[in-house]
């Protein structure tokens, strides 16, 4: 899904720069679940360093990659075998099941090209959906990660 969710935080002039851990959470709009997530942050005073966008679009293999520690990341030689310790990744992942979106399975609903099938909040589904594992496992550097997106300072709000 390309699109995310941004909130601005406002952050004390007084703390000094330095690597942190954000908490937070979020309420589901269309399920009766609250998640709770964590993220490391960069703090730096403005003029210092270019800041990151507040949204960047992901390439959307994480869910197949080791070092993103996707959970389909083990099914790279599971393309051609469904038994033993393939057969994971040929059934319903355990755990991501919500109800407002289609099952989850990292193999078996991939698109021709082995891509991930579109799928857009509100869409009815029959089947299965898969993250597209095959095509990003065949594409060079797609598990690589990257730096964020950044912007001018002027481009930055300042909330008071």
Not at 5 to 19: A, C, F, Q, R, Y
Not at 40 to 56: C, F, N
Not at 75 to 89: F, M, P, V
Not at 123 to 143: A, E, L, N, Y
Request: charged residues 25%.
């Amino acid at each position: 899904m390309h699109f995310g969710i941004v909130d601005k935080v406002k952050i004390p002039e007084s703390l000094p720069d330095g690597d942190y851990i954000l908490g937070f959470r979020w309420e589901c709009e269309q399920l009766p679940q609250v998640w709770s997530n964590c993220a490391d942050v960069k703090i730096r005073k403005k003029g210092t360093a270019k800041a990151t966008k507040p949204y960047s679009d992901w390439s959307g293999c994480e869910p197949c990659c080791k070092n993103t520690m996707g959970p389909c990341a083990n099914c790279t030689s599971c393309l051609n075998d469904k038994s033993g310790a393939c057969e994971y990744c040929w059934q319903p992942l355990k755990g991501f099941t919500f109800g407002a979106i289609p099952q989850y399975q990292c193999l078996g609903y991939e698109t021709a090209d082995g891509g991930a099938p579109d799928w857009y909040p509100g869409m009815p589904w029959k089947t299965g959906w898969s993250p597209g594992c095959s095509k990003c496992w065949k594409t060079k550097d797609s598990c690589v990660q990257s730096d964020r997106e950044t912007v001018d300072d002027d481009a930055v709000e300042t909330l008071v």
